[in-house]
């Protein structure tokens, strides 16, 4: 076991160095990074500035430009070389790709994200910022989907055909065809002061009165925040994770072993949680880290947006659009190697759910 482990711990790192290897290369050489985008700001203040001050037409501005040399970046007319080389220094772009690949690999080996380029923050505070927002989203809304469907799933397969097992089928599909955002934008309607009723709060984590409550206070104010982002965020989960299980249990219970353990008079009860479970669980916590990685980092963004929580979900989102590399690398790293761990986790769930598992064959 401890030598299956140590094998699947050491070809994370390969995977690590692949992803991140791609995802470099091929942002690195995408048009418009940190420069541009910075001699895009320069260029385009300098000259709103020169025409307030000196009441020039646009297209004078263009052939006063002229007067130096080329750059080899679009816009950068009328810079002086040596500032575009102070600004390629700043990023780090004076150096080769692959130097500045090496060397991102370097500070990732002792936790060092680097600095954010247009944030003035390191990018591990920048992340440990955001964090409580995308694990209550996160947590919450993987947790209660699991705790949902599950059981859902192996009540329509023990009622497979009959009209429970049809109107379920039903809202689930229904649920998972309608948006996230959707969802969202007619909970704040209908509960959220649009024009209805006021339940909930518009916006945030917590009250600005949070720090003056009590603790149950706190916890209260936490959770009636959690409301309405988490519930749009179950609208679509249950279906995947109902229909499987769903399935997987119908594949058990029509095996050879299921009616043995019938015919020794074992209760329907026992033979579904004490046999079937076991084998019917396998599929569905394969796909617990994909799940969970997905909600956690990338399935928050639209709600974050919407009910104005500042989470990493948002935060990716705003470093691709700035082309803020160390915060977009940094939360790929992350998300990365989070998921690869869930899956070893997962491995070693594995023998708990079912004992007939046994990773000692693979230690040879």
């Not at 990074?33 to 000196?54: K, Y």
């Not at 600095?115 to 003035?120: L, Q």
């Not at 019938?262 to 033979?271: H, S």
Request: charged share 15%; glycine share 8%; net charge neutral.
């Amino acid at each position: 076991m401890l030598t299956y482990l140590a094998k699947r711990f050491l070809f994370l790192v390969p995977t690590l160095l692949g992803i991140l290897a791609v995802n470099f290369f091929v942002v690195q050489f995408a048009p418009g990074g940190p420069v541009e985008q910075t001699i895009a700001q320069m260029t385009g203040a300098n000259r709103s500035v020169l025409e307030r001050v000196s009441g020039a037409a646009p297209d004078e501005m263009r052939s006063a430009d002229t007067s130096v040399s080329q750059s080899i970046y679009k816009g950068a007319d009328g810079l002086d070389p040596a500032l575009i080389r102070q600004i390629e220094e700043y990023y780090g772009f004076d150096r080769p790709a692959g130097e500045r690949f090496l060397l991102m690999l370097k500070n990732y080996a002792t936790m060092n994200l680097g600095e954010s380029f247009f944030r003035d923050s390191t990018v591990t505070d920048l992340i440990l910022e955001k964090m409580p927002v995308s694990i209550s989203l996160g947590l919450w809304s993987t947790l209660i989907i699991y705790l949902v469907s599950i059981p859902l799933g192996i009540a329509k397969a023990v009622r497979s055909g009959s009209r429970f097992d049809v109107w379920t089928t039903t809202a689930v599909i229904t649920g998972n065809a309608i948006p996230t955002f959707l969802f969202a934008v007619v909970l704040i309607i209908f509960t959220a002061g649009g024009r209805y009723l006021q339940w909930f709060p518009l916006r945030g984590l917590t009250s600005p009165n949070f720090d003056d409550l009590s603790l149950a206070g706190q916890i209260l104010d936490y959770f009636w925040h959690m409301i309405l982002p988490v519930t749009s965020m179950l609208l679509g989960g249950f279906a995947g994770l109902t229909l499987l299980t769903k399935n997987c249990f119908l594949d058990e219970i029509g095996k050879l072993y299921v009616m043995t353990a019938r015919a020794k008079g074992l209760t329907e009860k026992r033979v579904l949680y004490g046999h079937v479970f076991r084998n019917a669980m396998l599929l569905v916590i394969s796909g617990l880290p994909a799940a969970f990685i997905g909600i956690f980092f990338t399935g928050s963004l639209l709600v974050e947006v919407i009910f104005s929580l500042d989470g990493l979900g948002l935060m990716g989102f705003e470093a691709a659009m700035e082309r803020d590399y160390p915060v977009m690398f940094a939360t790929l790293y992350i998300s990365s190697l989070i998921g690869l761990v869930m899956k070893v986790v997962c491995d070693i769930t594995y023998m708990f759910v079912d004992p007939r598992i046994n990773f000692n064959s693979f230690d040879s």
